[in-house]
């Protein structure tokens, strides 16, 4: 796993839209993981700045998002489809048939299947870009979730609902479910980079990276993959115990090949 330790949450998004474009120059045709939450809005802010400059094409790229809500129509405002529409998609030149964002409407054990079958046929994932709950969740992996689960139906922590409720008006019933594509669907990805920024995920960072391997924290799941990239702020790295040495392979880094990544 690699950590990079950038200045600030603005760093944080361009090192990761810089690590997507850096992909998209060498495989146009790559497929992208996708996650909607606050964190990777800047990031998206960065790609579309960046397709408008035209410094990069979506044209062939093909998505698939970590979760969708149950019950929750992909035309409902709060929808992950809306989300996406709205942050990324509606703004850069992607074919629609070529984004994909798990139903959260037709029957969940089917609809699981069918997207693993989807991510399969699209010959797997090349970058997943990954957010980090406090309580450790990728995607929404909660903690117990099987450290080699499939997508699949979850129920939230309440933790989480709570978390997400800053993205629903008072009148608006907010799901407890969710589908979500598994830790086992997440290590398959050729490539995967977690962006996190501020102080609320500095305890939830430092287990994931410096924590044992647990089905308690689902991130620490990604110790286990080939090429993790793990791109914080200084306030969500401030837990971290080895965090003068990710400093100095960066330092390291920059010195021998001229850039931190
Ligand atoms: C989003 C997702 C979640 C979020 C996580 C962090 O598709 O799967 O795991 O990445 O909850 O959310 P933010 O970025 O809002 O703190």
Sequence with gaps: MRVIIADSPEAVARMG?????????????AVL??????TPIALYA?????????EVSFRQVRTFNLDEYIGIAPQHPQS?????????????????????????????????????DKIRSAGGIDLQILGLGRNGHIGFNE???????RTRAKTLTQETIRDNSRFFSADEEQPHLAITMGIGTILDARKVML??????????????????VSAMHPASALQMHPSA??????????????????????SETL??????L
């Design 80 to 116: 992950y489809r809306s989300f996406m529409q709205k942050q990324l998609f509606d703004h850069i030149d992607i074919l629609p048939e070529n984004t994909h964002i798990p139903s959260g409407m037709g029957d969940p054990v089917a609809e699981s299947r069918a997207y693993e």
């Design 229 to 250: 990239l793990v791109i914080v702020d200084t306030e969500a790295a401030s837990k971290l115990e080895l965090i003068d040495y990710y400093r100095w392979v960066q």
């Design 33 to 38: 993981g996708l996650a909607t939450g606050s």
């Design 255 to 260: 010195r021998v090949q001229g850039a931190y």
């Design 17 to 29: 839209a810089e690590q997507c474009i850096r992909l998209l120059q060498d495989k146009p045709a």
């Design 143 to 149: 903690p117990t979730s099987s450290l080699s689960s």
């Design 195 to 212: 962006l996190a920024a501020g102080a609320a995920k500095a305890d939830a960072v430092k287990a994931m990276v410096e924590g044992p």
């Design 46 to 54: 960065h790609l579309i700045q960046r397709r408008q400059q035209g």
